[in-house]
């Protein structure tokens, strides 16, 4: 667990250090750990470890969800983000799901070029924006250094 939840955050930290107040963690790990329990987290490995994870759940009948996709930095652009994304979206549709869910957080204001890049790459893969909402109702003890929203995707499978 403390593995995978460094490589969590070591993505998260790499990707979103302007949302964040630093040294403050995304996943802590117990989160982590419940979510493992749960069933709802999948690694990708190779002979030297582990090179991503993604959780992937179900949000109801007919919609799965993933979410806290992290690939470490010095494993990124490998192709490993995109084969756990197909995971993800396999799994859910082997449960009958007939839509897949993403959310990604952004600031309110202005543009951040990595949230730009995933907004691009999800676009990419099928997913449109059907909503977005203010980060601090959902998680109002977040240590966010800006105003933050959560911008909702989803593709039909």
């Keep these: 667990m403390a593995d995978l939840t460094a490589r969590i955050n070591a ?5 979103e250090s302007a949302l964040w107040v630093q040294g403050t963690e995304r996943i802590a790990p117990e989160r982590v750990a419940e979510i493992v329990t749960a069933g709802e987290m999948a690694v990708a490995r190779n002979e030297g470890g582990v090179l991503g994870s993604v959780r992937v759940r179900r949000l109801d009948e007919r919609t799965g969800f ?6 470490h930095p010095a494993d990124q652009g490998k192709g490993v983000g995109g084969a756990l994304i197909r995971f993800a979206e396999e799994v859910a549709r082997e449960h009958g799901a007939t839509e897949m869910e993403l959310r990604l ?3 309110r204001h202005g543009i951040d070029l990595g949230k730009q890049r ?7 893969l099928g997913y449109g924006i059907i909503g977005r909402a203010d980060f ?4 109002p003890d977040a240590a966010a250094l800006l105003p933050l ?5 989803r593709k039909r499978l």
């Design 11 to 15: 993505a998260y930290a790499a990707a």
């Design 66 to 71: 993933f979410g806290l996709l992290a690939v």
């Design 105 to 107: 957080l952004v600031p």
């Design 118 to 124: 995933l907004h691009d790459w999800y676009s990419r």
């Design 136 to 139: 601090s109702e959902s998680h």
């Design 149 to 153: 929203d959560i911008l909702t995707y």
